[in-house]
């Protein structure tokens, strides 16, 4: 078995708003733009100062979010803090099967779903070193009313209880989004290299 045949891995980066999936998803794409992509999510919040339609997300109205779901192009969605999010489809199957790693940044609830829907993904979740730390990681944003943070500390307790349920923790400490992602890339190359992933391949091996 040669590495270009080892399967792309679909994963699901979750953990508390404002503890650093999104630096961390930038770290691993830049080192490895050939291995990994992001899934982009559609969504119905307003994009902020900086993020870029198609992007960071596909900025849409809930109209167009709603018709999406009925034609079935939206794999698992959610309402978080009061707008729409959602997996489309199309952002996994086309590249997991040219061996890309797929990174679904995504909360709690959609990972449930991913994990039903998509056995093979890794779960795996970002916790920051400390609450207090989450805290100052959200005002420090400048980004988020009182009320958002108030609500994005109040989900992210509530969230926590799901950890059980992923597969795997990294802890991103502060200026450690570097150290973070060289972890996940560890986690996914051991996923890679799984036996139950890769057992068709093998069992050929001697087949001429
Ligand atoms: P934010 O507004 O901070 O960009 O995202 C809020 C939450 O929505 C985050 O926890 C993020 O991971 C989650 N999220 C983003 N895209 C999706 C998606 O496609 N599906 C689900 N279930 N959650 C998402």
Not at 32 to 40: E, G
Not at 53 to 70: A, L, N, S
Not at 184 to 189: C, D, F, L, R
Request: glycine letters at 6%; hydrophobic letters at 35%; a negative charge.
């Amino acid at each position: 078995m040669n590495n270009k045949k080892l399967p792309g891995i679909p994963f699901v980066l979750s953990g508390p708003s404002g503890c650093g999936k999104g630096t961390i998803v930038k770290e691993l794409l830049k080192k490895y733009p050939d291995t990994f992509a992001l899934s982009v999510s559609a969504t119905t919040r307003a994009p902020r100062v900086g993020e870029v339609d198609g992007v960071h997300y596909y900025f849409i109205t809930r109209e167009e979010f709603e018709h999406r779901i009925d034609d079935q192009q939206i794999l698992e969605y959610t309402s978080y803090c009061g707008n729409y999010y959602g997996t489309p489809k199309k952002e996994l199957y086309e590249r997991t099967v040219s061996g890309i790693n797929v990174i679904l940044e995504i909360e709690v609830e959609g990972a449930m779903n991913v994990r039903r829907l998509c056995p093979e993904a890794v779960l795996i979740y970002v916790l920051p070193p400390d609450a207090e730390t989450l805290e100052a990681r959200l005002r420090g944003r400048g980004t988020n009313t009182e009320e958002d943070i108030a609500n994005r500390l109040a989900t992210a307790r509530e969230e926590i209880r799901c950890l059980p349920d992923y597969d795997y923790i990294v802890i991103n400490e502060n200026d450690g989004a570097e150290a973070a992602a060289d972890e996940i890339v560890n986690i996914i190359a051991s996923e890679q290299h799984k036996v139950s992933r890769n057992l068709e391949n093998a069992i050929h091996f001697f087949d001429n």
